[in-house]
């Protein structure tokens, strides 16, 4: 691994504005104060006029409005090149290097023109939106860069050398195998596989199943894109067409796909370690978490398998594997070098742009096999469900209990897990176990979301204002009690709380309205906002609460937040956001995160 400390000077601050468009002079500006900031202090500044713009994007793009150009593509005589954003609402620079050369883009291989699209249609959501430049500036001097040693692979020859033609036609490899197969390299494990990778069958296709009766001689892999020997190319061909049949990959002329989330039986046949991880970007509550753990792989010397897909799941495979400050060097398999590329092209709007981050995906720590056991974070908690008269003392049933599971398991096998309801209070500290331990057999291959109760349930500590029952797992690895990753937050509280003044419901808040709305037998009340959201359920002219709920930790740790009210009938008794209670007349109140005042919404059930 190569670690180079570079101190990193303050690029640019931009004041909030509308977003508008860039200028191409503006953006040769963004780019080689950028370039400046970053290269070794013993080298002379960059001038605007040492950079030539090698093409824009779109390339068509000539007059203002929403033809402007969505990003410009800069390259230095020297080498190197900066990606530079079209519209303030975005990072001034979204891709550089130092060293490198890009294609233009019709010259792309398909992986990397997806990434450029992403960007793009990134940058003319935010156009169309209207919204703010973000105050943006170079990252701190403290993180210094970090770059990883990969193979500059491709998908073609050799590397596909043992793909059957399809109607005389050579197929690629695909990106999946190709990324999997350079962090392979780098790891150089194992010497060996072991059992039998199975065969399959797609549209007419059969691939037989392979014996792993073979061994891979690293050293005839070498670190380069062209000129192999055969014995390299028998090598290069043997180990990418192992790990293509491994993910099922469906070939053709065209290109051939698989899934990041088939890359579990590295596992199984290839000795890598059970801990492997599997993740989506949505998994993460703020982009800075997903970035962190990215960061926190390449400083253990583990290139990270990523993919981007789109709404039609279509989409490439790559390899991370170095960062400098918030942007990550790809490795696109296509045979080039790396460049350092940011994942967030747009900040402060991450709630908005969630569609376009949702098909992000990372498998993770990938490392030859230590005798790790399969991780237990692939269970996300979706809502516990308990009866509205809970007491003190007395045993009480937790009737349902969603949890989703990631298809993504290291052996493909069934697992056990051990499970608890515990209590905690409203800063998140342990009171009490309120039920005994108990283990669920789960089948993540062919499950998604599975009900684990009925439990039944005991809470002897005094409750308090701000109490809630939580799902907790043992880690299997360390025997540690875990709280299960939620998407939802259950907080009870059945102690007296102030109602406050009525205020009318019907609110802007950070621009989004609030807003209720009755369609048949249900009710469904949603906000959006970057601040507290505290609510309370009461019965009709009681003052003591039977449902409250506070989102201010969750802001703490998250930022954005989106909550909501869902009521829902099931035979005599309504579910008001996972709690249950009789018919009847109930007053929700809610604090206006903005103003302070109180709101009420009254409720015929």
Known sequence: MKKIIILVAALLLWQISDARPISEEQARRNAASFISSIQPRTKARVAPEDLRLAWSFPETATKAGEDEPTMYVFVRPEGGFVVASGDDAARPVLAYSLDGSIPAYRDMPENMRDAFDWYSSIISFAREKGWSSA????????????????????????????????????????????????????????????????????????????????????????????????????????????????VKMQFSPEGSGAYTDDAWPLAKYFKYDKCIQYAMRSDFHRQEDWEKMLKDEINANRPVLYAGYNKDWEGHAFVVDGYEGRYFSLNYGWGGGSAFYTLEPVEEHEEDLFEFTLYQQAVYNIKPDEGGLPTTEFVQNYGVIVPYDIAENKPFTVRENLIRLSTFYPTGDSFTLNFSYMLFDSKGTLKEKISPDFKRILFPATEDFVNIGPVECTIKSKLADGDRITLCLQDSATGEWKVVSNDVLDAIVFNKRPLGSMVKIGYDVEGE????????????????????????????????????????????????????IEVDRNDDAWCISNIWLPKGNYVAVFTNPLTGEEMRVHLEL
């Open 513 to 564: 309205s609030t807003h209720s709305a009755v369609n048949g037998e249900s009710l469904y009340m949603y906000f959006e906002t970057l601040k507290d959201i505290p609510w309370v359920v009461y019965k009709e002219g009681s003052d003591k609460p039977v449902i409250w709920r506070c989102v201010r930790d969750y802001y703490e740790k998250h930022g954005a937040v989106q909550s909501f």
């Open 135 to 246: 105050a943006t500036k170079a990252e701190s001097d403290n993180e210094g860069q970090v770059v990883l040693k990969t193979a500059p692979w491709h998908q073609f020859a050799p590397f596909n050398n043992l793909v059957p033609k399809l109607k005389g036609q050579e197929c690629p490899v695909g990106c999946v195998a190709t990324a999997i197969s350079i962090i392979m390299r780098y790891h150089q494990w194992p010497l060996k596989g072991e059992g039998t990778i199975p065969g399959y069958s797609y549209n007419n296709v059969n691939i037989d199943p392979i014996e792993l009766d073979h061994e891979y001689d690293w050293s005839k892999m070498p670190m380069k894109s062209n000129n192999f020997s055969s014995l390299e190319s028998a090598q290069l061909a043997r180990l990418a067409y192992d790990v293509a049949v491994m």
